[in-house]
């Protein structure tokens, strides 16, 4: 699949500005900014790294200006935003900007043309961008201004007298080590060009994203100089900015990088269109490295909750089994007290401050069984971990739960957030969901389930008896507690009797669409017909019913006044998996099922692939028409269980 913007959109800045492209390394690099390569975000550029020993990924390389110098006259390429303006316009020149994996740009003046395409090679800290003069009577002389940021993406950078604006020569360019604990950049050309040092900041670039998210929103940027190199027509020159020395030909960097793209999608050809396109781009969310999914771009790490609901999507209807397993087998070694990391960190510090996490690792380990059917390494490496985690709740040990005699699973207190609607306004939970969340025990459930029906004969008759008794007690309390017969469908969150939070959320839905459940198959369709009519919209399902007084339809200003909005209605695309997964247990008609989802929801993987981020699923939209994309450009668990469900639509 192939999106192309011409030179009519490009001109309209107010369209083409909002269109932004990701690439990244598979180990938590990337590079990313608007199609013009105009930034909009602080978090946009060409080469922002993630530092082990630093724990934070940094934004080394900001920009790569471009400037043609054509009969002595120049001709600047790029464009930026400053205070009232934008200077240089080098967008007026753009008659193309595709993408199929990579950016291509296409410039034109009179008979010259020049493209610019931007890659960044597997597993290596490095972008590569390559000029490519198409066409052109005379030989052109290409001057290139890199500019710098070296600071963290959720910062921005001032001029400063710290900066080590010195310049080392290496081949065909320079190294520049600009502050002590950060790693040099090295920029070359993989052709002759000669670099002259001219060390100077500009001031004042501005990021209207930011600015409309209620951030700062100004930049200084550093430029150590500027290349100058020849080019004639059929010529081309690759630029290389890295923090590893060059150790083979640039032109072989990109020559790799290329026949792996290729492969990429030579996976997938067998797949349809979105499907095979959706499975392409998901391999950015992968930081093989780590083992780990990165949550989504450009502000999130790795977090253990996305990375559960992730995983099937995101491996395992790629066909890459090996790094579910690899994931799933690392995060076993991070159990404490039967609770596994929300956020995972560099070092050890990582942040056991959500119930959820383990009881999704179940479903995705019953996701791996699934599409592998290999149940022997299960056994081997995570069978006893599972037992643990179940035990350890069972028996009250991890700090943040407790099982009541009603055999419900409780968690939290009233100034803690543990389930995934966990955002914090005000002083406080936006949602409180401390007690008995619905979905929290939906998970639990089906965590004691899988153990006692996949795992039989591998039990110890203690383990046996603790989890049996713990499922029965359940099975006595959850349906006659949580059932709403005013709104037939379940209450969000119990604490007891006249403490419930009855709202209208899809979070039930997990206790219907889970591999075992114990909702009665008459209820279950209630809650259907019940999501249907209040939380359904063409991009994914409202967090809270529109009737509700709490019901917030404006995502804007500032993080405090977002993070009010965040789960009070906003839309969110992920939970169109555990959907399908509901609608299909309670009516088994399948064709009718799939013909609903893909007519519902197809905006969200036709139109919405362009409108944003280029090829990836917005975190959130909002609730109402226009549903307008918000947060994160690409997030992993939208990107996910869309490609989940597409898969099973077009499978079963």
């Known amino acids: 699949m192939k999106i192309s913007f011409d030179r009519d959109f490009i001109l309209n800045l107010n369209q083409s500005l909002t269109k932004e492209y990701l690439l990244t390394n598979g180990n938590g690099a990337y590079a990313s900014s608007s199609i013009l390569d105009c930034h909009t975000r602080k978090y946009h550029g060409l080469l922002a790294v993630p530092l082990e020993n630093l724990n934070a990924t940094y934004l080394l390389l900001s920009k790569l200006d471009c400037a043609l110098v054509l009969d002595k006259k120049e001709h600047r390429l790029s464009t930026n935003k400053f205070p009232g303006v934008f200077s240089p316009t080098g967008h007026q020149y753009i008659t193309d900007f595709d993408m199929e ?36 009577k005379k030989p052109v002389l290409l001057k290139l201004f890199p500019f710098i940021a070296y600071r963290k993406i959720h910062e921005l950078t001032l001029e400063n007298t ?8 290496e081949e065909n360019g320079f190294k520049i080590d600009p502050y002590s604990k950060l790693p040099p950049l090295y920029i070359q050309t993989s052709k002759h060009s000669v670099f002259y040092p001219s060390p100077s900041w500009w001031k004042n670039f501005e990021y ?6 209620g951030y700062d929103f100004k930049e200084d940027l550093f430029t150590p100089g500027v290349f100058e190199a020849k080019l004639k027509k059929g010529e081309h020159i690759i630029i290389r900015a890295s923090t590893a020395k060059q150790s083979s030909p640039i032109s072989s960097e990109w020559s790799h990088e290329r026949e792996r793209i290729n492969k990429v999608y030579s996976t997938f050809v067998k797949d349809q269109e979105p499907l095979a396109t959706l499975k392409v781009h998901a391999e950015h969310y992968l930081s093989k490295k780590q083992n ?66 383990s009881l999704l690792f179940y479903r995705a380990v019953q996701k791996y069984i699934e599409y592998t059917g290999d149940k022997k390494q299960v056994n081997d490496h995570l069978l006893k971990p599972m037992l643990d985690i179940v035990t350890c709740l069972i028996r009250n040990e991890t700090g943040i739960s407790k099982i009541e005699q009603n055999g419900l699973l409780y968690a ?75 709104m037939r469908c379940l209450i969000d969150v119990y604490r007891n009797e006249h403490d419930v939070e009855a709202h209208i959320r ?3 839905l997990f206790a219907i669409g889970l591999p075992f459940t114990c909702i009665g198959k008459e209820k279950a369709a209630d809650i259907i017909t019940t999501i249907k009519r209040h939380l359904v919209t063409p991009y994914g399902l409202r967090t809270l019913s529109p009737q509700n007084p709490l019901y917030k339809a404006d995502y804007s200003g500032d993080q405090n006044k977002r993070d009010a909005a965040y789960h009070q209605g906003m839309v969110w695309p992920w939970l169109i998996g555990i959907f399908y997964d509901a609608c299909l247990k309670t009516s088994g008609k399948k064709q009718e099922l799939d013909s609903y989802f893909l007519s519902t929801f197809q905006e969200l993987w036709s139109s919405h692939l362009h409108e944003r981020g280029l090829f990836h699923i ?10 307008q994309a918000k947060g994160c450009i690409a997030q992993a668990w939208s990107m996910a269980e869309i490609i989940r469900v597409l898969d099973c639509i077009k499978n079963r």
């Open 101 to 136: 994996y990579l950016p291509v740009t296409t410039y034109k003046l009179g008979d010259l043309v020049l493209t610019k395409t931007i890659a960044m090679p597997r597993l290596g800290p490095t972008v590569l961008i390559r000029y490519d003069l198409i066409n052109s």
């Open 506 to 508: 899809p979070n039930q």
């Open 292 to 357: 780990g999914i990165i949550a989504g771009f450009h502000w999130f790490g790795e977090w253990g909750r996305d990375t559960m609901l992730s995983l099937p999507g995101i491996t395992l209807c790629r066909n890459d089994r090996n790094t579910a397993l690899a994931i799933l087998k690392k995060y076993v070694s991070y159990i404490q007290n039967g609770l596994l990391p929300n956020v995972i960190s560099s070092g050890e510090d990582h942040a056991y401050n959500s119930i959820d996490t």
């Open 618 to 627: 917005s975190e959130i939209f909002t609730p109402n028409p226009a549903f």
């Open 162 to 169: 710290d900066i080590r604006p010195r310049t080392y020569f």
């Open 412 to 486: 939290g207190t009233p100034k803690t957030q543990l389930t995934w609607m966990d955002a914090f306004a005000d002083g406080g939970p936006v949602t409180p969901r401390h007690g008995a969340a619905v979905e929290i025990n939906a998970l639990w459930y089906n965590a004691l389930s899988f153990l006692l029906n996949d795992f039989s004969n591998e039990l110890s008759p203690t383990h046996k008896q603790l989890i049996r008794e713990a499922q029965l007690k359940f099975e006595g309390h959850f349906e006659k507690l949580f059932w709403n017969q005013d």
């Open 208 to 213: 209207v994203e930011e600015k409309n998210r």
